[in-house]
């Protein structure tokens, strides 16, 4: 949200004094509406801005676009609604007013942000309910969060008691990756949750057969219970079909074809594939040259690894260039296919502008030749003709595991120096590999459209490298695929529909751990580097890619391929997505967010000048109009809403005091806490010294002294907080 | 003498309106570099003085490569202050460079074609194809010599003459008694004190100086003999919020032997309430501040300072800060090396190490104020480097006007130009020289980026933008403006800069210029701002270093389209305003009759 001048904060703002000043405020009690998730924020606006009609305050993506999220998006988005806590405080504790009652209301009955409020409510769902837990914040190391722990049929969700927080915790279960049970400690059982969204949780549960209860269950419910439940992406091959035959599909690859000049004189649509007959893991409609027959493609099929003969991923209508993909050809070290020859030089004739075709076979070379010895392997240049054989060293999924793995223990590591954190980073090979799939993205839409020619991509089973690097290719050829609607066709066609093993690689399903790898989100993260580097050549954000959820404004799309980057120094690390629970790790105040709290504000002005000129226009010309009474009044709240926002400096500390320990990273012009805080502070420090401790620790201020490389020795102190002097202390030892 | 007179504005690239042919430069100025940025003025008093320095004065069909242009044959003139190529066509690029903003030239030959590669302070590197041995040899030791001139009053600030009408003299801007009456409603516990006047106490502090009420000169006098180069506590910052204060000083002459000086402990806790306690940020570790007393230096023991804790912060000066520029900017150039290669140098170079520790210092610092509600004394061993960038950053975050442009100017002014730290030494080379000096260090570069950090993780809460850091930084190494001239006041003062050269504020101060220094998200942030100092959030400033070696083409663009839907949702914001205006006044008018 914009902060001080956006109408939501002037109105959460105003509800804040109200309750301040009506009860005798909690100590330490924060403003409960800053604690939603920026989603809920636009129940906000309409609160603010009474006279807007709801209905039309609906954001376009808030149904539609949902669905179709990205895997690792949706996980944020699961979570992140839930994380912040999205049930304030309990009734009670509090006065609540009455504006804030019909929030509260409004959101209950939100398709989008049902809010459960505290108590019976869920418990109905509760199956299990541990209490005393504590959780460990492992940044700030300070005092853990004591709270409950509820197990319920979808989440676990963990409370803090602290009364003026009530804090909460939202984990999908298919969410987590590993749940780990260390040894118990002289305060309990250590429980660690390792989330695929790269959240880490560490429990404290007091009685270790609490804690194998949960350990157990746990075990038990990450695994999912439907595929519907899951995120969207979560469907194997097989399903897939069953799916579409349901007309589950919003998106239409029919009409992708159709846009990219399909079929035209040299490639059709071949029914070959018809019920998955020749290739299981391929889908039904698959374009293929006018000149490779049935027969040609069904030989080719055989001598590929499962079948996954060469298809058209990408067809480049300006120079009649394009991106095929297949598996590995089962060569072994002589064996040849006269059909497999037939079907590339098909794809090579289907391009009269070159006179060969490039072959890509994304492996290390190394790999390649190891595949041989099985029998498979890669394309002898000598039997085939006119092609151009070219290898290009990505790793395969278990390195790429593996590196993520380590890249994530790098952004574990607790208050890290530089030189820990990039050479971590370095050692972890993380970019590295991203670079990998870049340039070789970079390379086939540079044959693609600079040397006009056509290119087949493979890596082994043709599902892996060769859907990140067919999509990198895609997005830096096709400005279509850079918007919101052309990114997720983008997803269904290169990697839904041919085969992605979603279901495999994401562990969604009881499986074989070797099989999961970050595929897709090295994709993800290539288009984010990729906007880091273009910003206005994509119609989504950042946001939409971790959050999958709002998209921003969309500028000019320039073909950007024809400017060869260096990527090297421009890579960087993605502390967004992989540290994105860290919130004191993100910039405080996100430009995006800004921008779009005024481009919203933008259109509303837009709007209301737009009514203005016509109520003008109307009083000009009817003197006497009854009508102007009314509109009087809905006017005034209208007004303080805009005309301020944008000069407003009085933002008085006291309207933040709260915001930054729920709520810390995204919200643009919250700065931090401030005297506010401090009066709250010192009120506790007389009555309650624990709960000082909990406001300090929220305040991310403590967070630098720990942070700070000689401050590792004021790291984990269970008093430190509890009053002045040993605070002091803190500081002594660093 | 056969150069045209520079035109204003076209073919020169000035920053506010880049000339039609050229594509925008990101930070507007780097085609010419600080010297053209303020329209230059004409140098043919300079021309007398150097024109033995400069054999060839001019050469026809000399090819100019940059990255990422394309190449520009022309005529280059050397002049006694600037390089100038000239392409001698209309509306093409000329290019103007100060030779005080070259750091090093490299030759080469091919045959009778010269190459001289230039690399200059702000860490561009441009290459000139010069045909004629001769005239190259000729061209390279002028540059040379004209680039590393002894003394300052040849430097280009003292030819230079504006061609911009000056509405405010950047020079009266910041006078420390205006500063001082920013807070002095606020609190009687300090005044300004005249005891520097003559530059006698302390050769590197301003005449004028805020100290606690209660210390008379003569103990000042006295202190200032027990602190390292006289640099006696002074005030720095003074936190309205809560009345707790940043103190700046040098480190005290305790020596080995334990030497106390009753008037300074005397000076120092004047400034704590009753039964509070503060702090003394020593920006050493602590056993080079042990190591110090054998050189006479020291730091406060808790004897004789019980009121007093201190803190022990590990921040680099000198060469070490030095060597991790010139290696950072080696590996930002490099082109060739891998993804691993670039982490490991980027390591190597240790720059995000020091970015780190002197943010982190700066936090605990503002943190101590703010937080813990208790003063604090900053010192290194000078006090003129690790302890200006703590004091300065600790202001960034803790007080709100020093994020707007006047109060950051104001603030570089303080703690910065009157603190005494030395720029003619530290900003006399940069990168790429050889030559290395022990006094030579990236001091306020890496306060600069320190500031970068900061303002990229509160992108909304600062007035300025990102070009006004690096015009800074610019300026620092290289300019037409005396402000960054001299090494404190008292030389200042003996330079005369105030009557024989301009303010670069008097330039900045114009709204042409602040144009495109002003940050479009800024909206007033009365808190403070707590960065995170984690390696995670903590990022290489491309915008200096990779400045010459990418394309920020399309970093432009999103800066414009933000630029754009800023200034469209004013424009309506106002459209708005008067249409209400209006109305409510039709409305007022017909409501009487409206309403029966």
């Not at chain 1, 349901?246 to 074809?257: A, H, K, P, T, V």
């Not at chain 1, 991310?700 to 907080?721: N, Y």
């Not at chain 2, 001139?149 to 910041?174: C, K, N, Q």
């Not at chain 2, 520790?357 to 480097?385: K, N």
């Amino acid at each position: 949200r914009r902060g001080p001048g956006t109408p939501a904060s002037r109105g959460r703002r105003r509800t804040w004094r109200r309750s301040q000043t009506r009860g005798p405020p909690a100590p330490g009690a924060k403003p409960p509406p800053l604690s939603l998730p920026p989603r809920c924020g636009r129940a906000q606006v309409r609160e603010a801005a009474p006279a807007r009609d709801p209905a039309d305050a609906d954001p376009p993506w808030s149904t539609s676009a949902r669905p179709r999220l990205v895997a690792p998006a949706r996980r944020e988005e699961d979570q992140g609604c839930c994380a912040r806590g999205r049930l304030g405080f309990p009734p009670g504790r509090r006065p609540i007013s009455d504006r804030e009652l019909a929030r509260r209301q409004r959101l209950s009955i939100s398709p989008i942000a049902p809010v459960l409020l505290f108590g019976e409510k869920y418990a109905a769902y509760t199956f299990k309910l541990v209490e005393n837990v504590r959780l460990v914040d492992r940044i700030s190391s300070k005092k853990a969060a004591l709270g409950t722990l509820y197990l319920t049929a979808t989440h676990v969700i963990f409370v803090e008691n602290s009364p003026d927080t009530r804090k909460e915790t939202w984990i999908l279960h298919s969410q987590i990756s590993t749940i780990e049970k260390q040894a118990t400690t002289a305060t309990g059982c250590p429980l660690l949750i390792r989330c695929k969204n790269f959240q880490l949780l560490q429990l404290i549960i007091p009685q270790e057969r609490d804690c194998h209860d949960v350990y157990i269950s746990l075990i038990r419910l990450a695994r999912p219970v439907k595929y519907e439940e899951l995120y969207c992406f979560s469907f194997n091959p097989k399903l897939d079909k069953e799916e579409r035959e349901q007309g589950w599909m919003l998106i239409d690859l029919s009409e992708e074809y159709k846009r990219m000049g399909l079929p035209n004189h040299c490639w059709q649509l071949s029914d070959v594939n018809r019920e998955y007959r020749v290739c299981d893991s391929y889908p039904t409609d698959v374009y293929v040259p006018k000149s490779a027959t049935a027969h040609i493609i069904v030989g080719s099929s055989k001598f590929r690894s499962r079948q996954r003969f060469p298809a058209l991923s990408y067809y480049y209508k300006d120079n009649h260039a394009s991106i095929c993909r297949s598996s590995q050809p089962l060569s072994g070290f002589s064996a040849r296919c006269l059909e497999d020859e037939q079907m590339l030089q098909a794809i090579r004739k289907a391009n009269p502008g070159s006179d060969f075709i490039y072959v890509v076979d994304t492996r290390p070379k190394l790999n390649a030749m190891a595949n041989r010895a099985a029998g498979k392997g890669y394309e002898n240049e000598d039997n085939y003709s006119n092609i151009k054989f070219q290898f290009i060293g990505i790793e395969n999924i278990h390195v790429m595991r593996n590196s993520l793995q380590k890249m994530l223990e790098v952004c574990e590591l607790k208050s890290p120096s530089m030189s820990d954190f990039l050479w971590g980073l370095e050692n972890s090979g993380w970019l590295r590999h991203i670079k990998a799939i870049m340039d070789a993205g970079m390379f086939i839409a540079k044959a693609v459209s600079e040397e006009g020619a056509s290119v087949l991509v493979h890596c082994s089973d043709g599902w892996d490298r060769t859907a990140q690097v067919c999509s990198v290719a895609s997005l830096l050829l096709d400005p279509h695929y850079r918007t919101l609607k052309g990114f997720m066709v983008l997803i269904e066609k290169d990697w839904i529909s041919f085969g992605h093993k979603f279901n495999h690689r994401y562990g969604n399903l009881d499986g074989d751990p070797k099989e999961i790898s970050p595929v897709i989100d090295q994709f993800i993260e290539c288009v984010w580097q990729l906007m880091e580097q273009f910003p206005c050549a994509f119609e989504f954000n950042e946001r939409f890619l971790i959050h999958i959820q709002h998209h921003i404004y969309s500028c000019q799309f320039g073909n950007f391929l024809c400017n060869s980057q260096k990527e090297r120094q421009e890579l960087k690390f993605w502390s967004g997505m992989y540290n994105r629970f860290e919130k004191g790790l993100q910039p405080r105040q996100s430009v995006t967010d800004y921008l779009m709290a005024v481009k919203e504000e933008t259109q509303q002005l837009e709007e209301e000048l737009e009514t203005l000129e016509g109520r003008l226009e109307k009083i000009q010309k009817v003197q006497l109009n009854h009508t102007k009474v009314k509109s009087k009044q809905s006017e005034p709240s209208k007004h303080s809403g805009f005309s301020t926002s944008d000069n407003s400096t009085a933002n008085t500390p006291q309207d933040y005091s709260g915001n930054m320990k729920s709520f810390p990273s995204r919200s643009p012009s919250q700065g931090d806490e401030d005297s506010a805080l401090i009066l709250t502070q010192d009120n506790l420090k007389s009555s309650d010294p624990d709960l000082s401790a909990n406001s300090d620790q929220e305040s991310g201020v403590e967070d630098l002294s720990c942070r700070s490389p000689s401050g590792g020795e004021c790291a984990p102190s269970e008093d430190s907080g509890k009053d002045r002097d040993s605070d002091e202390a803190v500081f002594l030892t660093a | 003498a056969s150069l045209r007179p520079p035109r204003p504005g076209a073919g020169l690239g000035l920053p506010a309106r880049p000339p039609p042919l050229q594509p925008a430069p990101r930070a507007a100025l780097p085609l010419l570099g600080p010297a053209a940025s303020g329209a230059p003025g004409l140098p043919p008093l300079g021309d007398m003085e150097f024109a033995e320095l400069i054999k060839t004065p001019r050469v026809d069909n000399v090819v100019l490569h940059r990255p990422f242009y394309p190449a520009v044959e022309g005529t280059l003139c050397l002049t006694g202050h600037h390089l100038i190529l000239s392409s001698r066509q209309d509306n093409t690029e000329e290019l103007w460079l100060l030779h005080s903003n070259i750091d090093a030239i490299d030759k080469r030959f091919v045959g009778p074609l010269g190459t001289i590669i230039i690399k200059c302070k702000d860490f561009r590197i441009i290459q000139l194809d010069i045909p004629g041995m001769e005239e190259c040899l000729n061209i390279a030791s002028s540059i040379e010599a004209l680039s590393t001139l002894d003394s300052i009053t040849l430097m280009y600030p003292f030819f230079y003459r504006p061609m911009f009408a000056v509405t405010e003299d950047g020079w009266h801007s910041f006078l420390p008694e205006q500063e001082f009456e920013l807070h002095s409603a606020a609190t009687s516990e300090w005044r300004l004190s005249y005891v520097n006047k003559e530059f006698a106490v302390c050769p590197s502090y301003p005449p004028i100086v805020v100290v606690p009420s209660s210390v008379d000169d003569e103990a000042l006098r006295k202190v200032a003999a027990f602190r390292h180069g006289g640099r006696f506590p002074v005030l720095s910052y003074y936190h309205k919020k809560n009345g707790m204060v940043i103190m700046r000083s040098g480190q005290p002459l305790t020596g080995t032997n334990g030497r106390r000086c009753k008037e300074d402990e005397k000076l120092i806790n004047a400034t704590l309430r009753a039964g509070k306690r503060g702090y003394i940020v020593d920006t050493r570790a602590l056993n080079v501040a042990q190591q110090a007393r054998a050189k006479g230096g020291g730091f406060e023991q808790e004897a004789h300072y019980p009121q007093w804790r201190r803190i022990h912060k590990s921040i680099e000066r000198y060469h070490v800060l030095q060597e991790s520029l010139i290696r950072l900017v080696e590996a930002c150039n490099d082109q060739t090396h891998n993804m691993d290669r670039w982490l490991g140098k980027l390591e190597a170079s240790n720059w995000l190490t020091h970015v780190k520790e002197i943010l982190t210092t700066a936090c605990l610092a503002a943190q101590c104020v703010d937080r813990e509600g208790a003063s604090i004394l900053i010192h290194g061993t000078e006090g003129t480097d690790s302890t200006l960038q703590v004091t300065s950053l600790a202001q960034i975050i803790l007080e709100p006007r020093s994020r707007t442009i006047r109060g950051f100017e104001a603030l570089v002014e303080r703690e910065w130009l009157q603190a005494g730290h030395p720029f003619q030494q530290r900003c006399a080379q940069s990168a790429y020289c050889s030559s290395r000096q022990k006094w030579e260090a990236p001091v306020f570069l890496l306060f600069l980026d320190c500031v970068w950090q900061i303002l990229r993780q509160f992108p909304c809460s600062f007035e300025f933008n990102e070009n006004f850091l690096i015009l800074l930084f610019e300026h620092a190494y290289a300019s037409q403006f005396g402000t960054f001239l001299g090494n404190n006041e008292s030389e200042r003062c003996k330079l005369k800069l105030q009557q024989k050269t301009m303010s670069l504020w008097s330039w900045v101060n114009r709204p042409s210029e602040l144009s495109r220094l002003t940050n479009p998200l800024f909206e007033a942030n009365n808190l403070v701002i707590w960065p995170s100092v984690a390696p995670q959030s903590l990022q290489l400033w491309e915008g200096i270093f990779l400045r010459w070696n990418r394309s920020s083409r399309y970093l432009d663009e999103a800066y414009e389209e933000m630029v754009n839907i800023m200034e469209y949702n004013k424009e309506l914001q106002a459209k708005v305003n008067v249409l209400r205006r209006q109305l409510a006044e039709l409305e007022t008018e017909d409501g009487p009759q409206a309403s029966p």
